[in-house]
């Protein structure tokens, strides 16, 4: 087994057992003596371990897997399913935001609108993507590529990654407020077929700004919460150390938000998750967008906005009391 | 024009403590002593500094509408407990306390009137039940405000002030965002006109949804107003915050809304917007 380039504190059991199976593979070769029963035998118990860890996932788990160093990124994931993907910049206003980006390509050939939110893969890409948080100049992107999008009866595919919009001093005077509140808004009307994707984390407003979709697919590891675990912890027990109790206590699961509805389909994702086979990831992820564009293109413009006018209007829960 | 003139009000962040309940107060500005009564006659606005004390949702409704033209909806939607969340209390039992101490079911109370003889459909939000925080029900009620405004053809007012998400309802507290978000949409497509008012103070997820898709946007003078928190946007960003940022007066400046309106011209302002947008002409008598 290779051994993994960042150990989650969960995994730490795995990679005790990885390493006792090296010493008796060491040994073996070393030595020149069989331990090919106990090699095997240990072989198990590592599968058998694992197994067990990734079956049982706990909410906090499915954060840190959302999180990992190595996970697939919109770049990557646009690489590997959508064919001549060509970036436009800017918001036509004020600047580029590096943070969430956009661009034409196709999707087995049909022509889409990609946009997506980009945390950037080594530490100065990462710099110049502000980790993936987006200013209200990138908002103000996505909806001129929607708006173009639909001017040319273009599809609309919506990676969501980020831990939120940038919280700064920047962003509140240019209203970041109303830059998300009308891609909200707008992504309600636009007359084309529209599906987004929490591919790792689904960080509250920043990321329902471009989340306002047909289909929201959701990686099975992927997290979407109105706040972080750590925020969330820092408010309620004034201390952000308790945000495995506070991802507990949110239920920010994918499978919890497919319950309530918000989320449509899971997408699996290979063992132990996506960054150990980003290539199987994407290729799961492209049959399940291809399914569920097939689906919406079935249905007309008119059809196609009652359907997402239902979707949202249906969501939340809420009691009705007898008046007295 | 007047606004350059007017004074400055600087913002207070509104705590619990600072809602008040004896027979007199300190305005947190000028430092004078008023009663309560007098307050509360001038609706909850500080007669000298002009400072503006929150005003619950009944009270403004009453100063707002058109005597007897008022009639409450959706006051039937509550609270669920979707998540059964629990943290120094559940969420019940942290819903049974707010609705006590603020005589609300909800955050906002729903319903239709009369503003001048305009019929409009209108959303108040009141600080005092989970800070104006945004549930299910909040949503639900506001969409319901917003639907009868768009199935009688008439305007929809919407007064916000919240301190944002209901963290208690998780993601479905997010998703009242999209869904009054799309039923704004649908009232934008039947131009009807909507005028949000924000109030002291407006953040977090109401005011990245419809507090800021308002045809007119107006706030109360001093009002705190912005997406994220001030504590947040220091410790992430290690710079040191503009004076007055985040305040009415900030946006006004930066070109954010229309108008910094004081509560006690509120109706006026209202009746003439509501005049132009909607009814399109002048009454005779109406020149002001």
Redesign the interface.
């Known amino acids: 087994m290779e051994k993994p380039a960042y150990t989650l504190e969960f995994e730490k059991p795995l990679l005790e057992l990885t390493r006792q199976l090296e010493a008796l593979q060491h040994r073996s070769s070393e030595n020149q003596i069989d331990l090919s029963k106990e090699i095997t035998s240990m072989q198990a118990k590592l599968e058998a371990t694992k197994r067990d860890v990734y079956s049982n996932l706990g909410p906090w788990q499915r954060v840190q897997i959302a999180r990992h160093p190595k996970r697939p990124g919109s770049l990557a994931f646009i690489a590997e399913i959508f064919e001549n993907f060509q970036e436009l910049h800017g918001d036509r206003q004020f600047g580029d935001d590096q943070a969430l980006i956009g661009g034409t390509a196709f999707l087995d050939g049909r022509a889409v609108m990609v946009i997506a939110h980009e945390k950037g893969s080594d530490t100065k890409e990462k710099i110049a993507r502000n980790f993936g948080m987006p200013q209200p100049e990138g908002y103000r992107k996505a909806l001129r590529l929607m708006r173009t999008a639909e001017k040319f009866g273009l599809p609309v595919i919506c990676f969501v990654d980020t831990k939120g ?5 920047n ?8 830059a ?3 891609n ?3 992504m ?2 636009l007359r084309v077929p529209t599906i987004s994707v929490i591919i790792s984390e689904g960080g ?2 920043g990321a ?2 471009i989340g ?1 979709t047909d289909r929201v697919l959701s990686f099975e590891n992927s997290y ?4 972080s675990p750590e ?2 912890a820092s ?3 004034k201390d952000a150390a308790e945000a495995p109790r506070a991802a507990a ?4 699961d994918a499978g ?2 497919q319950e ?1 509805g ?1 989320v449509d389909e899971l997408v699996p994702e290979p063992f132990g998750g996506a960054h150990n086979d980003p290539a199987e990831a994407a290729k799961t992820l492209h049959t399940a967008l291809t399914r569920h564009l097939a689906e919406l293109s079935k249905l007309g413009k008119e059809e196609l906005l009652e359907k ?2 239902a979707r ?2 249906a ?9 007295g | 024009m007047s606004h350059f003139n007017a004074p400055k009000y600087p913002t207070k962040s509104v705590k619990k403590k600072d809602i008040p309940k004896g027979l007199y107060v300190k305005c947190p500005i000028s430092g004078e002593i008023i009663f309560n009564k007098e307050l509360e006659a001038n609706l909850m606005v500080v007669p000298k500094s002009g400072y503006h004390f929150p005003i619950g949702a009944r009270e403004r409704i009453e100063a707002l509408i058109d005597p007897g033209t008022w009639h409450e909806i959706a006051s039937e939607v509550v609270s669920g407990d979707p998540l059964k969340f629990v943290d120094s209390q559940t969420y019940p039992d942290r819903i049974a306390r707010y609705e006590k101490e603020s005589g609300l079911s909800e955050a906002v109370v729903t319903g239709y009137g009369k503003i001048h003889g305009i019929p409009c459909s209108v959303a108040v939000m009141d600080f005092r039940f989970c800070g104006g925080t945004l549930g299910s029900a909040t949503g639900e009620r506001i969409t319901r405000a917003i639907e009868y405004a768009l199935e009688k053809r008439i305007p929809c007012i919407i007064f916000s002030t919240s301190g944002g998400a209901r963290m208690q309802e998780g993601i479905l507290s997010l998703m009242q965002m999209a869904k009054t978000s799309a039923a704004l949409g649908r009232l934008a497509e039947a131009r009807l006109p909507y005028i949000s008012v924000l109030t002291n103070p407006t953040t977090g997820g109401v005011s990245a949804s419809y507090a800021t898709l308002g045809d007119v946007i107006l706030a109360e003078p001093g009002a705190l107003i912005g997406f994220a928190g001030q504590r947040v946007i220091k410790e992430t960003t290690k710079q040191t915050l503009p004076p007055g940022f985040q305040s009415s007066e900030f946006l006004l400046q930066h070109g954010l809304i229309d108008q910094i309106v004081s509560r006690l011209d509120m109706r006026e302002k209202l009746r003439d917007l509501l005049l132009a947008l909607f009814v399109r002409k002048l009454p005779a008598g109406s020149r002001n």
């Open positions: 919009a940038y919280p700064g001093i962003s509140e005077e240019r209203h970041v407020s109303e998300i509140a009308v909200l808004r707008e309600t009307l509250s407003g329902l700004g306002v979407y919460s109105v706040i925020g969330c408010i309620l027990w206590a949110l239920k920010l919890t938000l309530f918000i997402r006018y949202y209007r969501l939340g829960v809420y009691a009705e009391r007898a008046q």
